[in-house]
């Protein structure tokens, strides 16, 4: 019965995502009425959630090789799964893993849908939200330009502008400077496997690390404080590195 009411939501998904809703919330209430411990209905709800993911998921993977295919149609597919997440009455850890494998396994297409989805549980989903932030601006530095571009357009152009994630943003990006700075000596030798501040302050701006602040900084001026304070502490190979990647900030800039 609960496949068939599946198949039945997924096969006009965006005409029955009301009914998905109604259903996940009435697993989670009915188990825990019943008596049932409270992680066996939300065990029961994020199976159920996990299925409609799922099938959406198969479902847009099976379209995007279609002949005659939209962009219209990408876009009506990514909201369908992000519809469900921002409603969903609850959102466990096995969906967490879900977008997680999108985003640091899936081809471009579903990078750029994962990055979505940790918006709308950053959005929508408080108890998420940290979570789900945290990883994001991960993303911003991630060595992966498919992953690291598509992330850092979504902080900048669809986060930013709320002043409470704001704040976590600009303390995350100039952290990441000084880290790209090789000033953080405990974090930086990790990452490079350096043993001593000696020879990290050798090595060369760690440029990923920065294109979250410089992105911010087009934005965000008054940042440009804390680029001068890193560039004066820094030493001369990464000062090197900092004054070309401020050539390209400038000019994304322009006169002001």
């Known amino acids: ?14 005409e029955r995502h009301a009914l998905a809703i ?32 799922d099938g959406l998921i198969e479902r847009g993977n099976k379209a995007a090789g279609s002949i005659g295919r939209k962009e219209t149609d990408a876009v009506g597919e990514t909201r369908n799964v992000t519809k469900l997440l921002a409603e969903a009455p609850c959102v466990g850890d096995a969906c967490i893993e879900r977008i997680r494998d999108l985003c640091e396994r899936g081809d471009q297409r579903l990078k750029q849908l994962g990055l979505a989805c940790l918006r709308t549980l950053i959005m929508h989903q408080d108890c998420w939200k940290g979570v789900c932030l945290e990883r994001l601006l991960g993303y911003t530095a991630s060595e992966d330009e498919g992953l690291r571009g598509p992330a850092i357009r979504l902080v900048c152009g669809k986060l930013l502008e709320n002043d409470a994630l704001a704040v976590e943003i600009e303390k995350h990006a100039v952290a990441n400077l000084r880290l790209a700075c090789r000033l953080d000596a405990t ?11 000696a020879e990290q302050q050798q ?8 294109h979250l602040f410089l992105s911010l900084c087009a ?7 804390h680029l001068l304070d890193t560039y004066l502490e820094a030493s001369t190979a990464v000062r090197t590195g900092v004054h070309n990647a401020v050539s390209d900030m400038v000019r994304a800039i322009g006169p002001t």
């Not at 992680?39 to 994020?46: A, F, P, R, V």
Request: charged share 25%; proline share 1%; aromatic share 6%.
């Open 1 to 14: 019965l609960r496949g068939g009411l599946i198949a039945h939501i997924l096969d006009n998904y965006a």
């Open 22 to 53: 109604q259903w996940l919330h009435q697993l989670l209430i009915t188990n825990l009425r019943k008596g049932s411990a409270r992680d066996k209905g939300e065990d029961e709800c994020q199976w159920a959630l996990g299925k409609l993911f």
């Open 187 to 197: 974090v930086a030798a990790d990452k490079m496997q350096v043993d001593t501040e």
């Open 203 to 210: 090595l060369g701006v760690d440029k990923p690390r920065m």
């Open 219 to 225: 934005q965000r001026h008054a940042l440009l404080s």
